[in-house]
């Protein structure tokens, strides 16, 4: 069976290393990739915001997923030679990221780490730990420069 790599990325500033980084990887690797971005649905913050209706939200959403596959798309042309999925998907990129794992039967895991520390690590969480903590097969975490 060939190797099969899923680089998850949230298209901050710091995705484009990981992107590369991970690419990198599965060269080394021999492996298909999968390159996926979770579009965070954030329930706890959306009390504040009761003034825009449901189907805004929705729409919001669906805005950011579509602009996420074509970001993710310029990268896939970019590789013609390798053999690139893309998915998008809106969720919770903790357990989104980990599901995708399991459905796309890969090997290994690349994520990117923003490198918060203090209050703002404990208010937002850390996607990347939570995935280290909980994944079944390795993780390569990229953090990001400073």
Request: aromatic share 6%.
């Amino acid at each position: 069976m060939k190797n099969k790599v899923l680089i998850s990325v949230d298209l901050s500033e710091s995705s484009v290393e990981v992107i590369n980084k991970g690419i990198a990887f599965a060269k080394r690797m021999d492996a298909a990739i999968v390159i996926t971005s979770i579009v965070p649905v954030y329930v706890d913050y959306l009390q504040s915001q009761m003034s825009i209706i449901p189907t805004q939200w929705d729409n919001i959403y669906q805005d950011q997923k579509n602009g996420a596959i074509k970001e993710l798309n310029l990268v896939k042309e970019k590789h013609p030679e390798l053999s690139i999925e893309i998915v998008v998907a809106i969720g919770n990129p903790k357990y989104d990221i980990l599901e995708q794992s399991i459905k796309q039967e890969v090997n290994y895991l690349v994520v990117g780490t923003h490198g918060r520390t203090g209050w703002s690590h404990a208010l937002i969480g850390s996607t990347a730990e939570y995935i280290i903590r909980h994944s079944t097969i390795p993780v390569l975490v990229i953090p990001m420069k400073k």
